[in-house]
């Protein structure tokens, strides 16, 4: 018996985890193309979106407005996560503890 498993994508790994950690955000998927990305709003305002060249930062942050996967050299999506959630914080918005 061949059992059937669906690939998850690191975006979608990376959306899920930073979304656990904002009680009040909400996840939009955008399938264009053969392509995901995922946007994180909190109220209307658009916090994050993330797609296959990397996170896009849409809030107010010290850091670059794009982290590209290719600039990811140690770590996976969940540290990938920790960082965007760290980078939340700092910005004043309300993260639960993991």
């Known amino acids: 018996m ?12 990376v959306a899920e985890r930073i979304l ?3 009680p009040t955000a ?3 998927l955008d399938e264009t193309q053969d ?3 995922f946007e994180i709003y909190e109220e209307d305002m658009l ?7 990397g996170v896009h930062f849409k809030f107010p942050t010290a850091s670059s407005k794009i982290m590209t996967w290719s600039s990811v050299l140690e ?3 969940e540290q990938v996560a920790d960082f965007v ?3 939340l914080a700092r910005a004043g918005f309300g993260v639960s503890p993991r």
């Open 20 to 22: 656990n950690r904002l």
């Open 2 to 13: 061949s059992e059937n498993t669906e690939r998850v994508s690191t975006q979608k790994i």
């Open 85 to 87: 959630v760290r980078s």
């Open 75 to 77: 770590g996976g999506p």
């Open 35 to 37: 392509k995901e990305s």
């Open 26 to 28: 909400r996840l939009l």
């Open 47 to 53: 916090l994050l979106k993330i797609d296959t060249l």
